[in-house]
């Protein structure tokens, strides 16, 4: 099993930066890909970036050229650079690790984008 704990959310005004990260409760050695998803209120879950242990990123078109991911692997920890934010961007940010066949997801973040 694999905890993720996630940290950085918070109220940010539009225009604003945060950062997020995640940390796994162990060292993974397998090929995996961690990740950010985020969650608004009532809608769907959507993926925002997620980037492999190899170092495959890939975004979301609303976050491309605003959000940057990255990962130390020695610290098995995922972040997420968030610039430009917008009130759109207002949403529960969930960390997620997937591993061989295992899926993991962290207990989520509020992230919220005043105007």
């Known amino acids: 099993q694999v905890q993720l704990v996630e940290s950085g959310g918070g109220l940010v005004q539009a225009g604003g930066s945060l950062r997020l990260s995640c940390a796994a409760s162990?060292?993974?050695?397998?090929?995996?890909?961690m990740g950010w998803y985020r969650q608004a209120p009532g809608k769907q879950r959507e993926l925002v970036a997620t980037?492999?242990?190899?170092?495959?990123?890939n975004y979301a078109d609303p976050v491309k050229g605003r959000f940057t991911i990255s990962r130390d692997n020695a610290k098995n920890t995922v972040y997420l650079q968030m610039n430009s934010l917008k009130p759109e961007d207002t949403a529960v940010y969930f960390c997620r690790l997937q591993v061989l066949l295992d899926d993991y997801w962290g207990q989520g973040t509020q992230v919220t984008v005043s105007s």
């Open positions: 162990r060292s993974i050695f397998s090929r995996n890909v």
């Open positions: 980037m492999t242990s190899g170092g495959i990123t």
